[in-house]
Protein backbone atom coordinates (compact mmCIF):
# COMPACT_ATOMS: atom_id res chain seq x y z
CA UNK A 1 0.00 0.00 0.00
CA UNK A 2 1.50 3.54 -0.72
CA UNK A 3 1.62 5.29 1.89
CA UNK A 4 3.35 8.01 4.36
CA UNK A 5 4.42 6.77 8.08
CA UNK A 6 5.27 9.04 10.71
CA UNK A 7 7.02 8.39 13.91
CA UNK A 8 5.75 8.86 16.84
CA UNK A 9 2.19 9.83 16.53
CA UNK A 10 2.20 11.64 19.62
CA UNK A 11 5.20 13.15 21.52
CA UNK A 12 5.30 15.18 24.99
CA UNK A 13 8.62 16.38 26.19
CA UNK A 14 10.20 18.88 27.96
CA UNK A 15 12.10 22.13 26.99
CA UNK A 16 15.42 21.48 25.48
CA UNK A 17 15.72 17.59 25.23
CA UNK A 18 16.31 16.89 21.45
CA UNK A 19 14.02 14.76 19.45
CA UNK A 20 13.46 13.58 16.17
CA UNK A 21 10.30 12.76 14.39
CA UNK A 22 11.04 10.07 11.73
CA UNK A 23 9.28 10.20 8.07
CA UNK A 24 9.12 7.58 5.39
CA UNK A 25 7.49 7.03 1.88
CA UNK A 26 7.26 3.89 0.10
CA UNK A 27 6.35 5.90 -3.23
CA UNK A 28 9.57 6.46 -4.68
CA UNK A 29 8.84 10.05 -4.57
CA UNK A 30 11.37 13.02 -5.24
CA UNK A 31 9.89 15.86 -3.30
CA UNK A 32 9.31 16.05 0.67
CA UNK A 33 8.35 18.52 3.09
CA UNK A 34 7.22 18.97 6.68
CA UNK A 35 4.32 21.16 7.89
CA UNK A 36 2.74 22.28 10.98
CA UNK A 37 -0.58 23.06 11.61
CA UNK A 38 -1.84 25.17 14.39
CA UNK A 39 -5.29 26.85 15.10
CA UNK A 40 -6.52 29.49 12.75
CA UNK A 41 -3.12 29.26 10.87
CA UNK A 42 -3.64 26.47 8.39
CA UNK A 43 -0.71 24.25 7.29
CA UNK A 44 2.63 26.35 7.35
CA UNK A 45 5.75 24.89 5.74
CA UNK A 46 8.87 24.30 7.74
CA UNK A 47 11.44 22.61 5.32
CA UNK A 48 11.04 20.76 1.96
CA UNK A 49 13.61 18.56 -0.09
CA UNK A 50 13.17 18.23 -4.07
CA UNK A 51 15.71 15.64 -4.05
CA UNK A 52 18.37 13.41 -1.95
CA UNK A 53 20.79 15.73 -0.38
CA UNK A 54 18.52 18.96 -1.14
CA UNK A 55 16.96 21.20 1.48
CA UNK A 56 15.40 24.08 1.39
CA UNK A 57 13.85 26.42 3.74
CA UNK A 58 10.06 26.97 4.37
CA UNK A 59 8.26 29.45 5.76
CA UNK A 60 8.99 28.38 9.22
CA UNK A 61 12.30 27.09 9.49
CA UNK A 62 13.65 28.33 12.90
CA UNK A 63 14.28 25.82 15.75
CA UNK A 64 14.01 23.17 13.08
CA UNK A 65 16.64 20.65 10.81
CA UNK A 66 16.10 18.34 8.18
CA UNK A 67 18.09 15.62 6.49
CA UNK A 68 17.63 13.95 3.21
CA UNK A 69 20.35 10.87 2.92
CA UNK A 70 18.14 8.62 1.42
CA UNK A 71 15.19 9.05 -1.15
CA UNK A 72 12.32 7.29 1.60
CA UNK A 73 13.40 9.04 4.56
CA UNK A 74 12.75 12.54 5.89
CA UNK A 75 13.69 13.04 9.40
CA UNK A 76 12.39 16.10 11.13
CA UNK A 77 14.75 17.55 13.95
CA UNK A 78 14.23 19.59 17.34
CA UNK A 79 17.99 20.11 18.51
CA UNK A 80 16.36 21.95 21.73
CA UNK A 81 12.79 22.05 21.55
CA UNK A 82 10.57 24.74 23.35
CA UNK A 83 6.82 25.36 24.12
CA UNK A 84 5.97 27.29 21.18
CA UNK A 85 7.09 24.54 19.08
CA UNK A 86 3.74 22.65 20.57
CA UNK A 87 1.68 21.68 17.68
CA UNK A 88 0.74 19.11 15.25
CA UNK A 89 3.37 17.77 11.89
CA UNK A 90 2.80 16.58 8.84
CA UNK A 91 5.01 14.88 6.55
CA UNK A 92 3.72 14.72 2.96
CA UNK A 93 5.94 13.36 -0.32
CA UNK A 94 5.08 13.93 -3.63
CA UNK A 95 6.05 12.40 -7.09
CA UNK A 96 7.91 15.76 -8.20
CA UNK A 97 9.74 19.20 -7.52
CA UNK A 98 8.16 22.93 -7.58
CA UNK A 99 4.72 21.97 -5.80
CA UNK A 100 3.43 20.91 -9.19
CA UNK A 101 2.01 17.56 -7.84
CA UNK A 102 -0.82 16.46 -5.15
CA UNK A 103 0.80 15.84 -1.71
CA UNK A 104 0.17 12.58 0.26
CA UNK A 105 0.06 12.96 3.67
CA UNK A 106 1.15 11.33 6.47
CA UNK A 107 -0.97 10.46 9.50
CA UNK A 108 0.23 13.17 11.77
CA UNK A 109 2.61 13.98 14.83
CA UNK A 110 1.38 15.50 17.88
CA UNK A 111 3.86 17.16 19.72
CA UNK A 112 3.46 18.64 23.05
CA UNK A 113 6.97 20.64 24.41
CA UNK A 114 6.41 21.55 28.51
CA UNK B 1 6.49 37.28 0.92
CA UNK B 2 3.72 35.68 -0.86
CA UNK B 3 0.56 34.64 1.36
CA UNK B 4 -2.69 32.84 0.25
CA UNK B 5 -6.19 33.71 2.22
CA UNK B 6 -8.85 31.90 2.36
CA UNK B 7 -12.11 32.52 3.56
CA UNK B 8 -14.24 32.19 5.74
CA UNK B 9 -12.57 30.88 8.37
CA UNK B 10 -15.82 29.29 9.31
CA UNK B 11 -19.27 28.11 7.82
CA UNK B 12 -21.86 26.08 9.50
CA UNK B 13 -24.75 24.97 7.59
CA UNK B 14 -28.17 23.02 7.43
CA UNK B 15 -27.76 19.56 5.72
CA UNK B 16 -29.17 20.16 2.01
CA UNK B 17 -27.57 23.94 1.74
CA UNK B 18 -24.87 25.19 -0.57
CA UNK B 19 -21.01 25.52 0.73
CA UNK B 20 -18.63 27.80 -1.25
CA UNK B 21 -15.00 28.69 0.05
CA UNK B 22 -12.72 31.32 -1.70
CA UNK B 23 -9.01 31.28 -1.70
CA UNK B 24 -6.48 34.39 -3.13
CA UNK B 25 -3.22 34.34 -3.55
CA UNK B 26 -1.40 37.85 -3.29
CA UNK B 27 0.66 36.11 -6.78
CA UNK B 28 0.03 34.78 -9.93
CA UNK B 29 -0.38 30.54 -9.91
CA UNK B 30 0.95 28.38 -11.88
CA UNK B 31 -1.81 26.22 -10.15
CA UNK B 32 -3.86 26.02 -7.46
CA UNK B 33 -4.38 22.59 -5.20
CA UNK B 34 -7.29 22.00 -3.25
CA UNK B 35 -7.23 19.54 0.26
CA UNK B 36 -9.65 18.08 2.59
CA UNK B 37 -8.64 17.30 6.23
CA UNK B 38 -11.45 15.44 8.04
CA UNK B 39 -11.98 15.73 12.08
CA UNK B 40 -8.65 14.12 13.47
CA UNK B 41 -7.29 13.41 9.92
CA UNK B 42 -4.65 14.41 7.95
CA UNK B 43 -5.37 16.56 4.46
CA UNK B 44 -6.33 14.67 1.63
CA UNK B 45 -5.84 15.63 -2.21
CA UNK B 46 -8.58 16.46 -4.09
CA UNK B 47 -8.08 18.29 -7.15
CA UNK B 48 -5.47 20.64 -9.02
CA UNK B 49 -6.56 23.44 -11.38
CA UNK B 50 -3.90 24.69 -14.09
CA UNK B 51 -5.55 27.07 -16.71
CA UNK B 52 -6.75 30.24 -16.07
CA UNK B 53 -10.71 29.93 -16.21
CA UNK B 54 -10.35 26.13 -15.29
CA UNK B 55 -13.41 24.50 -14.10
CA UNK B 56 -13.34 20.66 -12.53
CA UNK B 57 -16.32 19.43 -10.98
CA UNK B 58 -16.21 15.95 -8.65
CA UNK B 59 -19.92 15.03 -7.67
CA UNK B 60 -21.48 17.76 -5.90
CA UNK B 61 -18.00 19.53 -5.54
CA UNK B 62 -17.40 22.55 -8.40
CA UNK B 63 -13.65 24.02 -8.37
CA UNK B 64 -13.13 27.15 -10.26
CA UNK B 65 -10.09 28.59 -10.97
CA UNK B 66 -9.58 32.57 -12.12
CA UNK B 67 -8.82 33.92 -15.17
CA UNK B 68 -6.29 35.93 -13.67
CA UNK B 69 -5.26 32.99 -12.12
CA UNK B 70 -5.06 34.54 -8.43
CA UNK B 71 -7.78 33.14 -6.64
CA UNK B 72 -9.89 30.13 -6.63
CA UNK B 73 -12.98 28.54 -5.42
CA UNK B 74 -14.91 25.21 -3.96
CA UNK B 75 -18.63 24.60 -4.18
CA UNK B 76 -20.41 22.54 -2.36
CA UNK B 77 -24.04 21.70 -4.00
CA UNK B 78 -26.66 20.29 -1.10
CA UNK B 79 -24.12 19.26 1.68
CA UNK B 80 -24.19 16.64 3.11
CA UNK B 81 -22.71 15.20 6.75
CA UNK B 82 -19.98 13.58 5.29
CA UNK B 83 -18.89 17.03 4.20
CA UNK B 84 -17.76 17.98 7.50
CA UNK B 85 -14.12 18.60 7.91
CA UNK B 86 -11.66 21.70 6.94
CA UNK B 87 -11.17 22.11 3.18
CA UNK B 88 -7.81 24.14 2.35
CA UNK B 89 -5.87 25.56 -0.97
CA UNK B 90 -2.75 25.69 -2.06
CA UNK B 91 -0.38 27.19 -4.30
CA UNK B 92 3.37 26.76 -5.39
CA UNK B 93 5.92 29.91 -4.42
CA UNK B 94 7.13 31.44 -7.41
CA UNK B 95 9.78 29.41 -8.99
CA UNK B 96 10.98 27.89 -5.61
CA UNK B 97 9.59 24.38 -4.27
CA UNK B 98 7.34 26.07 -1.60
CA UNK B 99 3.78 25.38 -1.25
CA UNK B 100 1.94 27.98 0.63
CA UNK B 101 -1.42 26.95 2.20
CA UNK B 102 -4.23 28.83 2.99
CA UNK B 103 -5.77 29.08 6.50
CA UNK B 104 -8.39 26.86 5.49
CA UNK B 105 -12.14 26.95 6.01
CA UNK B 106 -13.94 24.61 8.53
CA UNK B 107 -17.15 23.73 7.30
CA UNK B 108 -19.84 22.50 10.05
CA UNK B 109 -22.90 20.43 8.74
CA UNK B 110 -26.03 20.32 10.79
CA UNK B 111 -28.37 17.16 10.23
Known amino acids: EAQVTQNPRYLITVTGKKLTVTCSQN?????MSWYRQDPGLGLRQIYY???????DKGDVPEGYKVSRKEKRNFPLILESPSPNQTSLYFC?????????????FGPGTRLTVT | GQQVMQIPQYQHVQEGEDFTTYCNSS?????IQWYKQRPGGHPVFLIQ?????EVKKQKRLTFQFGEAKKNSSLHITATQTTDVGTYFC???????????FGQGTTLQVKP
Open chain 1, 92 to 104: ASSLGGLAAYEQY
Open chain 1, 27 to 31: MNHEY
Open chain 1, 49 to 55: SMNVEVT
Open chain 2, 27 to 31: TTLSN
Open chain 2, 49 to 53: LVKSG
Open chain 2, 90 to 100: AGPASNTGKLI
